[in-house]
């Protein structure tokens, strides 16, 4: 299995910014990539991005596009959002997800990632 802790969330004003981290330990051999995805009260999960752990070939909804990165420290076995012109529509939990996306259109979607963390609060003040 793959254990997922997220960090870093927290309370920012709008056009701030944030960085937040996730650590995979376990059989982190097994998956092949890394996502993010947020949920705010009475809403769907929402994909943020996505990063493939051997290349770094990163994925974004348009909408996110230029103002959230997200990163890998292989070495760590650790992945990262930077999210960055921060707006109160951003404010939602935090979720990273690990799981084997096999087509480029896969990454996008929560079905494709196995393991997941707790989730980890980021809230935008106007």
């Known amino acids: 299995q793959v254990q997922l802790v997220e960090s870093g969330g927290g309370l920012v004003q709008a056009g701030g910014s944030l960085r937040v981290s996730c650590v995979a330990s376990?059989?982190?051999?097994?998956?092949?990539?890394m996502g993010w995805f947020r949920q705010a009260p009475g809403k769907e999960r929402e994909f943020v991005a996505a990063i493939r752990w051997s290349d770094g070939n990163t994925y974004y909804p348009n909408s996110l596009k230029g103002r959230f990165t997200i990163s890998r420290d292989n070495a760590k076995n650790t992945a990262y959002l930077q999210m960055d012109t921060l707006k109160p529509e951003d404010t939602a939990v935090y979720y990273c997800a690990a799981g084997n996306p096999r087509w480029s259109d896969q990454y996008y979607y929560p079905e494709s990632y196995v393991n997941w963390g707790q989730g980890t609060q980021v809230t935008v003040s106007s």
């Open positions: 376990g059989r982190t051999f097994s998956r092949t990539a």
